[in-house]
């Protein structure tokens, strides 16, 4: 069958959880509710992460249980019998025969699992439960007295990769490298956001995957809106876009983000702000050395930025001062870079483990495997009236932004095949039409 790691790969991360929790646990993992879109059409279906990274189930509907007693883990997975009059309609399922090729002791029936769970929490002495994933497991984990939440020591595993996990990876970085080139290559100003919104998502297709966010496509002003998704208006002429997209393979995501110049080449004060943002970047990966605290990485490129910030003549004070208080770098450099440098990325875009979400907090320092971003930007928003916009920048927002592999050896850039360079990208842009 399609499973995307081997049984041992799978059996380890159970093992490594249950290593943590007390003898007699039992532990509780739903896949996501179906959500629906509309009427009678849902959304497109997406596994639960912490289902695929335990047992790597992936239709809908599925519980992963399992508990451990005197050193040993049994594990049930819970799913849909096959239902010929139900497949004519949504397609041929696994089923519970089927589903015995998964990493676990037993398989059972779906219909079954409300009695089973109740009567395997009843002889268990503590109860862990993903809560707010399932509508069904909520309801049953309301008749203990108490549920403890595992992802506390899940997330700090899946903060680790295997070399597995790094391929699945390096493979997404690989697609949506390709999928920013292409959009690159046939921009021309003018053209609609959601033209090339559709190069970049077009490419994911095209190679068997699919987005692991909704893309944000940016012309203009409009990319100094962090999280800009509309993607609906024209890109003029003398304006940048910013394109922040990436794609997942078997559920592992990649997270680029690319600006340029719809017209192939950048206006002087674009190139500015473009070469500091990348001189921000490139250091920002630099820092990423094992060992070295998390915050680190944002210490460095907020210096250089504010630096930057300072040479442009943009703030007008000392480093110091543009930097802010020592411990939160609060200072007005935030009024222009106003995000973090980079997250955890993995079986989740924003992954588990790096203090979002109120998963239990980011790493103490970078270690040997993990995989995160580096994205710094710089903002100029001209509808912004609450802070001053220096005119001749008013209008720009560039964020560039790489997916970067920790080693002992030092950092592995797994997006490296997608251009950055002012030259690179002036000679690409406009070339494929
Ligand atoms: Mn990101």
């Not at 983000?257 to 920002?284: D, N």
Request: charged share 20%; net charge negative; aromatic share 8%.
């Amino acid at each position: 069958m399609g499973l995307p790691f081997d049984t041992s790969e799978y059996i380890g991360r159970q093992e490594r959880v249950f290593a943590e929790l007390p003898d007699s646990s039992i532990l509780i993992i739903p896949t996501n509710d179906r959500k629906i879109r509309s009427n009678d059409v849902g959304y497109p279906f997406r596994a639960n992460s912490y289902m695929l990274y335990l047992c790597g189930w992936m239709e809908d509907e599925g519980i992963f249980v399992a508990h451990n007693h005197n050193g040993n883990i049994y594990s049930t997975l819970f799913v849909p019998e096959r239902d010929t009059k139900k497949e004519i309609w949504e397609g041929i399922r696994i089923g519970v025969e089927g589903a015995k090729e998964w990493p676990v002791t037993n398989t059972s029936a779906i219909e079954n699992s409300v009695s089973d769970i109740q009567q395997m929490i009843a002889q268990s002495d503590h109860v862990y439960s993903n809560i707010g994933v399932s509508q069904s497991i909520d309801k049953i984990c309301e008749s203990c007295s108490v549920v403890h939440d595992p992802r506390p020591i899940i997330d700090p595993l899946r903060r680790i990769k295997s070399n597995k996990e790094v391929q699945y990876m390096q493979e997404a970085a690989n697609i949506a490298s390709e999928a920013h080139k292409l959009a690159m290559t046939k921009s021309s100003p003018n053209m609609g956001e959601w033209e090339i919104q559709s190069s970049v998502e077009g490419y994911f297709m095209s190679a068997k995957s699919t987005w692991s966010f909704p893309s944000i496509v940016g012309g203009g002003s409009n990319a100094t809106i962090l999280h800009y998704k509309s993607n609906d208006c024209i890109v003029d002429d003398g304006d940048l876009v910013l394109v922040d997209a990436g794609c997942e393979i078997n559920g592992y995501a990649s997270d680029i983000t690319r600006t340029w110049p719809i017209s192939g080449s950048f206006t002087e004060p674009q190139r500015e702000i473009y070469e500091l943002v990348l001189k921000a970047e490139k250091a920002g990966i630099a820092s990423c050395q094992v060992g070295k605290p998390w915050s680190h990485m944002h210490r460095v490129v907020s210096e250089i930025i504010a630096q930057g910030l300072i040479d442009l003549g943009i703030l007008d004070c000392d480093l110091q001062e543009a930097l802010g208080d020592e411990a939160n770098l609060d200072g007005p450099f935030r009024n222009f870079f106003m995000h973090g440098t980079g997250h955890l990325l993995g079986l989740d875009v924003h992954d588990v483990g790096g203090g979002r979400q109120g998963d239990p907090g980011a790493p103490q320092s970078l270690e040997n495997g993990m995989v995160l971003t580096i994205e710094p930007g710089l903002y100029f928003a001209d509808w912004r009236t609450d802070i001053y916009i220096p005119e001749r920048y008013s209008g720009i927002g560039i964020r560039i932004e790489d997916d970067v592999l920790i080693t002992t050896d030092g950092p592995v850039v797994l997006s490296s095949s997608c251009p950055k360079e002012i030259n690179e990208i002036e000679k690409i842009v406009g070339s494929g039409i």
